[in-house]
């Protein structure tokens, strides 16, 4: 079993920051990629950034400059620094997870989710 726990989401204003956490537990041999998603009301989720395990990255198109995404792999997590951020940042961030198991088994896993609301 391997769960993943998020924080530091909130409430912020049009150019403020804020950093997100996540945490990945359980019988964990190794994680691949790690990553970051967010889904706003009305619109289908879609990736934000992602992170892998060797350190290369892939960011959305719009959050490019504005946000980093790095791990810390003896800690198992990750941290989202989101910079600038704009109203059209609103949404539930979710964290995600590629996991081999100390079973060797493969698992995709998500988080709860962390909401995210940037004021005009």
């Known amino acids: 079993q391997v769960q993943l726990v998020e924080s530091g989401g909130g409430l912020v204003q049009h150019g403020g920051s804020l950093t997100l956490s996540c945490a990945a537990s359980?019988?964990?041999?190794?994680?691949?990629?790690m990553g970051w998603y967010r889904q706003a009301p009305g619109k289908e989720r879609e990736l934000v950034a992602r992170?892998?395990?060797?350190?290369?990255?892939n960011y959305h198109e719009s959050v490019k400059g504005r946000f980093t995404i790095s791990r810390d792999n003896a800690k198992n997590t990750n941290y989202l620094r989101m910079d600038s951020l704009k109203p059209e940042d609103t949404a539930v961030y979710y964290c995600?997870?590629?996991?081999?198991?100390?079973?060797?088994?493969?698992?995709?896993?998500w988080g709860q989710g962390t909401l995210v609301t940037v004021s005009s």
């Open positions: 359980g019988s964990i041999f190794s994680i691949n990629a």
């Open positions: 995600n997870a590629d996991v081999l198991t100390t079973a060797r088994v493969y698992l995709n896993v």
């Open positions: 992170i892998f395990s060797g350190g290369s990255t």
